[in-house]
């Protein structure tokens, strides 16, 4: 059974960093690309940053490019998000996900974690 279960949202001043971590098992980890997509209140998702298998290639949405950084650690099975330079409109539910391909992984991904609340605000 494939899990994703994020960590390291909080309330986060404007300006502020925050990592986020998502820790997968239940699947062969490096066959896969993992994905950020996040949730704001009363909006749709909107896909934030990707990473393929091999950490070779990373993408992003425009308004998170220079901001934040995907990675991941094959060894530990886990994937992470920087993020610095955090604003209002930052504030969301952000969850990991992951799907075999890289081009599924930035629209429809197969399976998806539960979520972590990310908070900007002063």
């Known amino acids: 059974e494939v899990q994703l279960v994020e960590s390291g949202g909080g309330l986060v001043q404007p300006g502020g960093s925050l990592r986020l971590s998502c820790a997968a098992s239940g699947f062969t980890f490096d066959d896969y690309a993992m994905s950020w997509v996040r949730q704001a209140p009363g909006k749709g998702l909107e896909w934030v940053s990707a990473i393929t298998w091999n950490g070779g290639s990373t993408y992003y949405a425009e308004p998170m490019k220079g901001r934040f950084t995907i990675s991941r650690d094959n060894a530990k099975n886990m994937v992470y998000l920087q993020m610095n330079r955090l604003k209002p409109e930052d504030t969301a539910v952000y ?8 081009t599924a992984v930035r629209s429809t991904p197969a399976y998806w974690g539960q979520g972590t609340q990310v908070t900007v605000s002063s």
């Open 95 to 102: 969850y990991c996900a992951t799907d075999p391909s890289i």
